[in-house]
């Protein structure tokens, strides 16, 4: 039986620091150049084109007329930046933000214009 | 020693060995971690581990029978009355003439009594994963039994109180042979007690009864909870009892006699130094091994025992024997 040619770099490897980031303890490995992370949107930039809404695979974003802007709930968003690429006012963009867990799929984090903010808006479009 | 002590004593070991064997667990799982350039797991994470295993519900299979719940309790008790005829630096608790052949009983045992627990749970893994076991149980044996029965025969021949007793290896060992062919034979003789050890705890080449990646954990694919919890603790104290075998034949020295101690401390002192050899052997045996080889098919190492390691055992018996005749020299 001849000696398995492993032998010499598993014992060598022994010697030498394990190559492994920590993460919790550390900083996560960084993201490159044009990460699709998170998506952010910028309400005011929005005019209400329903381009996203037209463009996206998975059925993230819905158009609100009352106010013309567009909401949308992250739970479902496969990261393909379609949406971002047909933004004629580069009122979407994708972040570095990866962390995205939560315990419910309704979380805050994953959600642009609650409810409430929309009612909100809405009430000050009539006051106008 | 009377009886009371004795038992004290196998408490005692017992509490220490099951310490001891799930403490060098968590050592191998940091050292292969380390080869393959990992951190691994905390040195704790055995106890854990059990702890964890310990707490959790225990399901039973409808279709296992009674011996499914009795096979890990079997198997621990086994294994904790293996611990009285185990050589642990010292000579065992309960040597006499001829206990090494309750010493392989019990080994082989614990080994059958796996079976029967998997047998018992009903699903056909576990039927799998038994019958690789059984093979590999009937085949390993073979040549450990051949070369520890002419190691004990030699000492024998050199003169010792209790012949074909475990607590030999305390009065002679083999190396005081001193002859070049016998040096030999014991050379080719420990190749074959550390493929045994190898196989005796199922890493490397012979991980194949347990073969997670392929028949799902094999014998263990039923067992949970605190059912599975006893048989780690059980296959755990059989690691450390196989490499105590190996090492009380090969490397019996103690270093209690050397600081000039005696009594309780000499006692402890030996017990730690037989551990420190354990480990290493198991080092050897177990991480290393684990860490460069994968696993052998169940038809290639049947072939390995039996074309490979029965004839290293005989060659390595007829050695020591030609040696003892006088034949040659
Ligand atoms: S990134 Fe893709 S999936 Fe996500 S909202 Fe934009 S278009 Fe939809
Ligand atoms: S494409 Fe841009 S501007 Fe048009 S609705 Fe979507 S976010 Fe608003």
């Not at chain 1, 032998?7 to 303890?25: C, H, I, Q």
């Not at chain 2, 749970?121 to 009937?138: D, F, H, K, N, T």
């Not at chain 2, 109180?161 to 060992?173: C, D, G, I």
């Amino acid at each position: 039986m001849k000696i398995p040619p492993t032998l010499s770099t598993v014992l060598s490897n022994l010697f030498k620091k394990p190559a492994t980031n920590m993460f919790p303890k550390t900083e996560p490995v960084p993201t490159p150049e044009g990460f699709r992370g998170k998506l952010v949107y910028d309400v005011d930039k929005c005019i209400g084109c329903k381009l996203c809404v037209t463009v996206c695979p998975a059925g993230v974003i819905e158009f609100v007329p009352e106010i013309k802007k567009v909401t949308f709930w992250l739970g479902r968003c496969v990261f393909c930046a379609q949406c971002v690429d047909v933004c004629p006012v580069n009122a979407l963009e994708m972040s570095k933000e990866f962390l995205l867990a939560t315990y419910d799929k309704y979380d805050d984090n994953l959600r642009w214009l609650k409810n409430e903010e929309i009612e909100e808006m809405i009430e000050a479009q009539k006051s106008k | 020693m009377n009886l009371l002590y004795a038992t004290l004593g196998l408490i005692a070991l017992y509490i220490y060995v099951s310490f001891a064997s799930l403490l060098w667990e968590g050592i191998d799982r940091k050292l292969v971690a380390r080869m393959q350039r990992r951190v691994g797991p905390p040195l704790l994470q055995p106890f854990y581990d059990f702890l964890k295993l310990m707490s959790k519900e225990s399901i039973i299979p409808k279709h296992a029978n009674k011996f499914y719940e009795l096979a890990p309790v079997l198997a621990l008790a086994v294994s904790i009355a293996l611990l009285a005829y185990t050589p642990m630096g010292f000579a065992p608790l309960f040597a006499t003439k001829g206990d090494v052949i309750v010493f392989i009983y019990l080994l082989t045992l614990i080994g059958f009594i796996r079976v029967l627990g998997a047998i018992s749970s009903g699903s056909p893994y576990a039927q799998i994963g038994a019958q690789r076991e059984m093979i590999i149980l009937v085949s390993r044996e073979v040549p450990m039994m051949l070369a520890l029965f002419t190691i004990l025969w030699r000492l024998n021949n050199i003169g010792v109180e209790k012949p074909f007793s475990l607590a030999t290896f305390y009065q002679r060992n083999i190396w005081e042979l001193g002859t070049p062919l016998a040096l030999i034979g014991t050379f080719i003789l420990l190749v074959v007690f550390l493929a045994w050890l190898a196989s005796e705890i199922e890493v490397g080449f012979f991980d194949i009864p347990e073969a997670e990646t392929e028949v799902a954990e094999g014998p263990m694919a039923e067992y949970s909870g605190r059912h599975l919890a006893l048989f780690e603790l059980s296959n755990a104290i059989k690691m450390f009892v196989s490499a105590s075998l190996v090492v009380a034949i090969f490397f019996p020295w103690g270093i209690s006699a050397y600081v000039g101690l005696n009594g309780i401390p000499a006692l402890v002192v030996d017990v730690l130094f037989h551990t420190i050899k354990v480990f290493a052997v198991l080092f050897v045996s177990m991480s290393i091994f684990r860490a460069i080889t994968g696993r052998l098919r169940i038809t290639q190492a049947v072939q390995v025992f039996w074309l490979r390691l029965f004839p290293a055992a005989i060659i390595g018996s007829l050695i020591l024997a030609i040696d003892l005749l006088g034949v040659i020299a």
